[in-house]
């Protein structure tokens, strides 16, 4: 440990001389690998010189927090963008789709291509790189060959599926996978869809059962983004001034037309034996009941609360 005082005192007793000297070094010296050399002659004058990095406790907690995000990210086998828009239901956006289509299709954004192509296009491709054909995309999914049609037509029609020269891409506006997420649009929220999570879901939901993974992209628009509660301000950041979504609010707002019918559905959907959507209530009246959704599915925050998050689900 730096001891200040003794080095306060040794700068004191130092000429005049000697002081210009070491205000010359300072401006003169590069370091290499550890090392630290004098750019006028070359000299190692590691031994004279201290160097050292001074951050702020705050700047120290926004770097943890930092790792934090990055090893969750890893940890979920990365991530895709949805986007969403606050104002507007999945099923207003995309009204054709059902909601076995959009289990279907969060399952296959988590194959795309990492911002390749024309401007911000991502394009469906397998785990090695190779690009996706029609053929490769219903063995991917696993559709029966009487439905695959439809649900494509479907795609292609909502401009969600784009058939460009190059392959098939998915629209930017939808799903995405990049760097410049900031510049593809100023009307949508967006947030992180982690990929094997996803993969792992859709691989135990099959036939009739595919339906209830749907909800998970149905409820993308009324999560917020900063504490993944269900609520009624997905965008607000003041703890409490979020507004909780009850349960039958939530059932309206998806179309269900029994809320028990929706807690249930909701209940049945687990990851590693872990709730994704974890109900939260005072006292035994469910219908006030609040719901946090697991971050290992979809998170969107920038790690401030993330730990806090999980806990929960431990």
């Known amino acids: 440990m730096t001891d200040y005082k003794k080095e306060t005192q040794a700068w004191k007793e130092l000429t005049e001389d000697q002081k210009r000297q070491l205000f010359s070094l300072k ?20 031994e004279r010189v201290s160097v050292t990095l001074n951050i702020t406790q705050d700047q120290a907690n926004a770097y943890k927090v930092i790792k934090e995000l990055q090893t969750h990210q890893k940890d ?8 969403i828009s606050e104002s507007q239901a999945i099923q207003e956006r995309f009204p054709s789709l059902t909601q076995a289509d959009y289990a279907i299709l969060i399952f296959m954004s988590t194959y795309l291509s990492y911002n390749s192509g024309y401007f911000n296009y991502c ?15 219903k063995a991917l999914l696993g559709v029966s060959r009487n439905k ?27 799903f995405y996978r990049g760097t410049n997420v900031d510049k593809i649009s100023t009307d949508y929220r967006y947030t992180r869809v982690f990929k094997q999570t996803i993969r792992e879901l859709y691989g135990k ?10 909800v998970i992209y149905a409820i993308l628009p009324y999560i917020n983004f900063n504490y993944n509660t269900v609520c009624k301000n997905p965008t607000e950041v003041i703890p409490d ?28 959907i687990k990851y590693k034996n872990k709730a994704v ?5 005072d006292g035994s009246d469910t219908r006030k009941s609040y719901i946090i959704v697991n971050p290992n ?11 806090s998050i999980k806990v929960q689900f431990n």
């Open 148 to 174: 695959f049609p439809e649900f494509y037509k479907k795609l292609v029609a909502e401009g969600i599926l784009l058939e460009l020269p190059e392959g098939l891409a998915i629209n930017p506006h939808v």
């Open 241 to 268: 001034k979020v507004k909780p979504m009850e349960i039958k609010q939530l059932a309206k707002e998806l179309g269900f037309a029994d809320y028990k019918h929706l807690a249930k559905t909701l209940k049945s």
């Open 205 to 214: 939901f099959t036939g009739r059962t595919l339906a209830k993974l749907g």
């Open 297 to 307: 599915v979809v998170y969107a925050g920038n790690g401030k609360h993330l730990e």
């Open 277 to 281: 959507f974890l109900f939260v209530t």
């Open 27 to 46: 401006e003169n010296i590069e370091v290499v690998d550890g090392v630290v050399y004098d750019r006028r002659t070359g000299e190692d004058v590691t």
């Open 123 to 137: 394009y469906l491709v397998h785990d090695n790189g190779k690009k996706m054909d029609k053929k490769a995309l």
């Open 76 to 83: 979920n086998g990365g991530f895709v963008f949805a986007f």
